[in-house]
Every structure is written in C-alpha cells, then in structure tokens.
C-alpha cells in the first residue's frame, strides 16, 4: 500500500517556526507522522513570493492525500497571500483526486466562533476544488494552550490519519471573555508604554 | 458625502458592474473615489501590531496601504468590489483589508455579545458589499453576506449594505445598485 502523504501549509506571515500556526500545524503533523503519514510542510507567504516558490508549493499540492492548511484569522478570513495562493490552486487543477482537506485556524478574540465564517470559506475552497473536506479545528485566543487542546489535536490526527473527518472534541476555556478583555487592554497599554507610545495609543492621525 | 471603491479585481472583468456602481453612486450625490487595487503596491500584513503599539493608527510599511487606510479613515462609505472567490474576497481587495487594521483601536470592548476592537474614529465609515459571480450562486451570496457583515462588525460601520450581482444578469445591476446605496444613506 502507498505511503499516504500530508501537506502541511502554514499560513501566518510569521512563517512556520516563529508562528502559533506552525507550532499547531506542526504539533498535528508530527501525530500524523507518528501514525505512519509522510509529511512535509510549506510556508504560504514564501511560496507566493516568487514564481518558483509557487511552482514548489503547488507541485507538493499536487502529490499530496491530505492537505492541512494552518493559519491564524485575518479580518474574519485568510490573509491575503492564503487566498492568493488557493486562487493559484483552483486555477492551476494540479491536485490529486479526491484529495482531502482540512483546516486549523485560531483567532484572536476569546470566542472561537469568531472563525465559523472563514471555516465556512474553506469548506467552499474545498467544494470548488473538487477536495474533500474534513473539518477544522478552530481556537480562540484563550484556548492554543493547555491539555483539552492537545486532546482535540490527538483525537483529529487519529481521524485524519485513516481519512475521517475531524470529530468534535471540546475544548475549556480558561478565562472568561470580560477578564480577557481587562488583561487585553492591560497588555496592549504595557507593551506600548515600553515602546514609548502609551499616551498615543487612541492617535486619529488620518483625521480630516 | 464620499464613498471610496475598494476595486478587488484581478483584471478588468467586471467593469459594467462597476460602471453601475458609480452611477448609483453619483445619483444619491456622493463624491466617488475609485482605487484599483490591483494596480497598487500594497505588501502583506506582517502581524507585528507595529500599528496599534509603535505608530499608533498607522501601518508601519509605508506604501500604497498606508494611501488606502488614509481614505477609508476619511470616507462616508467604504465598497467592497470583488469578484466573489470561495464564497469570500479576492485576494487583491483582501490585501488591502489586512492593512486597514490600523483605523480600528487595539483595545476590546464587547459588541453584540461579542469580543471586538473599539472604535479609532468618531464615525466610522457604512459599508457596502458588492460581490460579483458569472452566474447566481445561493451559496456563494450567502457566505459572501455573511463575510461583509462580520467584517461590518469589527469595523463597527454604522450601517451595512451587501448584494452579489451575476455578470449574466446585467439587467438587474441598476436596481441592485441602487437599492444598495439607498440601503446606506436613509
């Protein structure tokens, strides 16, 4: 029987070792690789930034059974290189048959809900391409850590690896949404009084 | 009252849609500024928040998106025109969207139940969403809806105004366009 081989494509414009879709991403590939999957992993953002880039990326599309696609939630979407690079995907037709798809997306507000549109997009990627879809794991800004989350990736990888959809596993969260808001506000205001910036946080410089 | 096209085309598809658009817009009165997006030089979002903490209100790359997020600060209202791609936004008018972080605050407040960003602005633009399709697509308008009054949501638009036109229906843009325009100007 062939090997079958996972795609791993991270979509934050921190790339794949610096980021928190790379660290996820990677935490659901290396379960995927523990479960006999090959893997390999490409950075978005790099692989629209030059035509052989693309070529690279869309050429490992072309091979893989699975993708996973790994980003954080820009303006309730992908960012812009992510789309840019699935309309390079529908227009080139290089995948597989039948290839699968699924998603991991965190956003950066406490309610992961916050995601469903862009999850809902993704599936519609999928439907378009001619990929299967098989679910998302979507976090809020409160639940990329801890113990419920790396159930939800174990139970997921096990899932992915024989072909099924990704179950549904809750995940806790650990604080709720008024204290994240609170501690939110704190940090912004810290971090900007260490650059200096604190009094001119609220700065309306475009106004007329 | 001015209204600023985000123009998300990849080429020049599309442009009788547009040529609707600004006469809709130019019979309720509104100074039209179109931008072109793909004919701008805007690099991607870095995700630093460099434009929360750093420049306050301004994008640190200073390019064409700092030009755009300038005129969105300033308009009455804000179209989206795009092709309508995976039921979402081109990726020429999402370039632009990503860089526009800047108009919004960083600090949260809950909005309808919801965890958001507070206003930068007094008044923040309406927004209207003109998606386009090469034919009707329920599930593609749907999703597209749904997409502009989420990002109406976070950008706290006072008002919101989405419809997706069919390039093979151009016997319904006049109607479509205008009931948009009213939509955000009652």
Same mark, same amino acid.
């Given at each position: 029987?062939?090997?079958?081989?996972? %795609?791993?494509?991270?979509? +934050?414009?921190?790339?794949?070792?610096?980021?928190?879709?790379?660290?996820?991403?990677?935490?659901?590939?290396?379960?995927?690789?523990?479960?006999? %999957?090959?893997?390999?992993?490409?950075?978005?953002?790099?692989? #629209?930034? &030059? +035509?052989?880039?693309?070529?690279?990326?869309?050429?490992?599309?072309?091979?893989?059974?699975?993708? #996973?696609?790994?980003?954080?939630?820009?303006?309730?979407?992908?960012?812009?290189? #992510?789309?840019?690079?699935?309309?390079?995907?529908?227009?080139?037709?290089?995948?597989?048959?039948?290839?699968?798809?699924?998603?991991?997306?965190?956003?950066?507000?406490?309610?992961?809900?916050?995601?469903?549109?862009?999850?809902?997009?993704?599936?519609?990627?999928? +439907?378009?391409?001619?990929?299967?879809?098989?679910?998302?794991?979507?976090?809020?800004?409160?639940?990329?850590?801890?113990? &419920?989350?790396?159930?939800?990736?174990?139970?997921?990888?096990?899932?992915?690896?024989?072909?099924?959809?990704?179950?549904?596993?809750?995940?806790?969260?650990?604080?709720?949404?008024?204290?994240?808001?609170?501690?939110?506000?704190?940090?912004?205001?810290?971090?900007?009084?260490?650059?200096?910036?604190?009094?001119?946080?609220?700065?309306?410089?475009?106004?007329? | 009252?001015?209204?600023?096209? !985000?123009?998300?085309? /990849?080429?020049?598809?599309?442009?009788?849609?547009?040529?609707?658009?600004?006469?809709? !817009?130019?019979?309720?009165?509104?100074?039209?500024?179109?931008?072109?997006?793909?004919?701008?030089?805007?690099?991607?979002?870095?995700?630093?928040?460099?434009?929360?903490?750093?420049?306050?209100? =301004?994008?640190?790359?200073?390019?064409?998106?700092?030009?755009? *997020?300038?005129? /969105?600060?300033?308009?009455?209202?804000?179209?989206?025109?795009?092709?309508?791609?995976?039921?979402?936004?081109?990726?020429?008018?999402?370039?632009?969207?990503?860089?526009?972080?800047?108009?919004?605050?960083?600090?949260?407040?809950?909005?309808?139940? =919801?965890?958001?960003?507070?206003?930068?602005?007094?008044?923040?633009?309406? /927004?209207?969403?003109?998606?386009? !399709?090469?034919?009707?697509?329920?599930?593609?308008? *749907? !999703? $597209?809806?749904?997409?502009?009054?989420?990002?109406?949501?976070? /950008?706290?638009?006072?008002?919101?105004?989405?419809?997706?036109?069919?390039?093979?229906?151009?016997?319904? $843009?006049?109607?479509?366009?205008?009931?948009?325009?009213?939509?955000?100007?009652?």
């Amino acid at each position: 029987m062939t090997q079958r081989q996972a %795609l791993l494509l991270v979509g +934050s414009p921190r790339g794949i070792e610096n980021s928190t879709s790379g660290r996820l991403g990677g935490q659901l590939l290396d379960a995927l690789e523990r479960r006999g %999957l090959k893997t390999q992993r490409l950075h978005v953002h790099e692989a #629209v930034r &030059s +035509s052989q880039g693309l070529e690279t990326a869309l050429c490992a599309v072309g091979t893989a059974d699975l993708m #996973v696609l790994s980003l954080p939630l820009y303006v309730d979407s992908f960012p812009a290189p #992510v789309i840019a690079f699935l309309e390079h995907v529908a227009r080139s037709g290089t995948s597989r048959e039948r290839a699968q798809f699924a998603l991991i997306i965190q956003c950066g507000f406490p309610e992961k809900e916050q995601n469903e549109t862009a999850i809902a997009i993704a599936r519609r990627f999928a +439907s378009e391409v001619g990929w299967t879809w098989l679910g998302a794991i979507a976090l809020g800004a409160l639940e990329t850590y801890g113990g &419920s989350v790396n159930d939800a990736f174990d139970r997921a990888a096990e899932a992915l690896a024989k072909g099924e959809p990704v179950p549904y596993v809750p995940v806790r969260t650990t604080m709720p949404a008024w204290l994240y808001r609170l501690g939110g506000n704190f940090m912004w205001w810290r971090v900007a009084k260490k650059n200096g910036t604190a009094g001119r946080l609220r700065a309306k410089p475009y106004a007329d | 009252m001015n209204a600023v096209v !985000l123009d998300g085309f /990849l080429d020049e598809t599309g442009q009788d849609a547009l040529a609707a658009l600004r006469d809709a !817009l130019g019979s309720a009165r509104f100074e039209v500024e179109v931008i072109a997006l793909r004919t701008k030089t805007i690099a991607p979002c870095v995700g630093c928040f460099g434009c929360w903490v750093k420049t306050p209100g =301004e994008c640190v790359i200073d390019d064409e998106g700092r030009d755009v *997020a300038r005129s /969105l600060a300033r308009a009455d209202v804000i179209v989206y025109f795009t092709p309508v791609t995976f039921g979402g936004v081109s990726s020429e008018l999402k370039k632009a969207l990503d860089r526009i972080i800047p108009n919004i605050s960083p600090f949260f407040a809950k909005v309808q139940g =919801e965890t958001h960003h507070q206003k930068r602005y007094a008044q923040p633009p309406s /927004l209207i969403g003109l998606g386009v !399709l090469p034919t009707p697509d329920r599930e593609a308008e *749907a !999703l $597209f809806k749904t997409l502009v009054e989420d990002n109406a949501t976070n /950008l706290r638009s006072p008002r919101t105004a989405v419809a997706v036109v069919a390039l093979d229906r151009p016997d319904t $843009f006049k109607e479509i366009l205008h009931g948009l325009v009213e939509a955000v100007t009652r």
